[in-house]
């Protein structure tokens, strides 16, 4: 069995981390933000700030800051001086923050990049190879006892989906279902009644949820990326099986706010299409959620399939 998962701390405003090179200054930082030492002068040049929707804070930062940080170093000649790293608790609120000009630069999956792009107006401009993957999709799994042999033995059963803001572990498999033909209706609950011409589905909010829900059998499927369903532990894994594959689409977006210079825009392209030539750009990669590298790969087609797919869920 998978061991039990924590659950995680819920994001209640938004953490500002701000990295300079002097010492830190004296000022203790306020209660709303949680930052790391503040610079006793400003730096020269504007800052480059980079992203994300966590409920984590504290960890997106210290995955974010060498990346902002490498950024900064390397954009020099655009006037750039420091890197700096926002972590917002929702969509809209970097939508807002992009539009705003307060950040600079968002990655994100096909799916929230697609409304986070409408919201605000972001340019999409590179792929970014997230866990070394250039691409991925979502499964549909069940548990191998479960006595399920089809995708129709999910009539009138129920299926878990991550969160509504996924693209592997809710957006395409949704629309999996829905391109099969099925009629997938939302319940509040696992234990609420689905009629035989349904498939139910709830929402876990955290893959780990999701395999345990299978696992224990509160739910008969679920739904997840490929490369977190390999993670599973063999032991646990080797009583599931995956029903269905969705589509593939680009594994990350990279956006950046809307009427950047262009010139800031191709110099932020280059630095970071040549960070995997050099160690010090390898380095940062690693350190970036295991990034293998970015590319020229034209995000804006897989945005435009996801609002083929957003509209479509939206008109059922």
Same mark, same amino acid.
């Given at each position: 069995?998978?061991?039990?998962?924590?659950?995680?701390?819920?994001?209640?405003?938004?953490?500002?981390?701000?990295?300079?090179? +002097?010492?830190?200054?004296?000022?203790?930082?306020?209660?709303?933000?949680?930052?790391?030492?503040?610079?006793?002068?400003?730096?020269?040049?504007?800052?480059?700030?980079? %992203?994300?929707?966590?409920?984590?804070?504290?960890?997106?930062? =210290?995955?974010?800051?060498?990346?902002?940080?490498?950024?900064?170093?390397?954009?020099?000649?655009?006037?750039?001086?420091?890197?700096?790293?926002?972590?917002?608790?929702?969509?809209?609120?970097?939508?807002?923050?992009?539009?705003?000009?307060?950040?600079?630069?968002?990655?994100?999956?096909?799916?929230?990049?697609?409304?986070?792009?409408?919201?605000?107006?972001?340019?999409?401009?590179?792929?970014?190879?997230?866990?070394?993957?250039?691409?991925?999709?979502?499964?549909?799994?069940? =548990?191998?006892?479960?006595?399920?042999?089809?995708?129709?033995?999910?009539?009138?059963?129920?299926?878990?989906?991550?969160?509504?803001?996924?693209?592997?572990?809710?957006?395409?498999?949704?629309?999996?279902?829905?391109?099969?033909?099925?009629?997938?209706?939302?319940? %509040? +609950?696992?234990?609420?009644?689905?009629?035989?011409?349904?498939?139910?589905?709830?929402?876990?909010?955290?893959?780990?949820?999701?395999?345990?829900?299978?696992?224990?059998?509160?739910?008969?499927?679920?739904? %997840?990326?490929?490369?977190?369903?390999?993670?599973?532990?063999?032991?646990? =894994?080797?009583?599931?099986?995956?029903?269905?594959?969705?589509?593939?689409?680009?594994?990350?977006?990279?956006?950046?706010?809307?009427?950047?210079?262009?010139?800031?825009?191709?110099?932020?392209?280059?630095?970071?299409?040549?960070?995997?030539?050099?160690?010090?750009?390898?380095?940062?990669?690693?350190?970036?959620?295991?990034?293998?590298?970015?590319? %020229?790969?034209?995000?804006?087609?897989?945005?435009? =399939?996801?609002?083929?797919?957003?509209?479509?869920?939206?008109?059922?």
């Amino acid at each position: 069995m998978l061991p039990n998962f924590c659950g995680k701390l819920i994001l209640l405003g938004l953490v500002t981390a701000v990295v300079g090179c +002097s010492p830190p200054a004296a000022t203790p930082p306020s209660p709303e933000a949680e930052a790391s030492p503040a610079a006793t002068s400003e730096p020269a040049g504007e800052p480059i700030v980079l %992203a994300d929707v966590s409920k984590n804070a504290a960890q997106k930062i =210290r995955q974010f800051q060498p990346m902002a940080d490498y950024l900064a170093e390397n954009l020099g000649e655009y006037d750039i001086g420091a890197g700096e790293v926002k972590v917002a608790p929702n969509l809209e609120a970097i939508a807002a923050m992009l539009k705003s000009g307060e950040v600079d630069i968002y990655f994100d999956s096909p799916y929230p990049a697609m409304r986070v792009s409408d919201a605000s107006g972001a340019e999409p401009v590179l792929r970014r190879w997230k866990g070394g993957n250039a691409e991925y999709f979502g499964v549909i799994f069940i =548990r191998k006892d479960s006595g399920i042999e089809s995708i129709e033995d999910l009539q009138g059963r129920t299926i878990a989906f991550e969160e509504d803001v996924s693209t592997s572990g809710y957006f395409l498999p949704l629309n999996y279902l829905i391109d099969a033909g099925f009629n997938p209706v939302q319940k %509040a +609950s696992p234990l609420d009644d689905v009629a035989p011409d349904e498939i139910g589905y709830v929402f876990s909010n955290d893959d780990e949820n999701t395999i345990q829900w299978v696992i224990s059998g509160n739910v008969e499927a679920g739904a %997840a990326d490929l490369p977190t369903f390999m993670a599973i532990p063999e032991e646990s =894994r080797s009583a599931l099986k995956i029903l269905a594959e969705t589509e593939k689409l680009a594994r990350h977006i990279v956006l950046v706010r809307p009427g950047m210079d262009p010139e800031l825009v191709e110099g932020i392209k280059a630095v970071l299409m040549d960070m995997d030539k050099t160690p010090a750009g390898q380095a940062v990669l690693e350190s970036f959620e295991k990034t293998a590298k970015f590319d %020229a790969f034209p995000p804006e087609a897989d945005l435009n =399939r996801m609002r083929e797919l957003y509209d479509r869920v939206q008109n059922r």
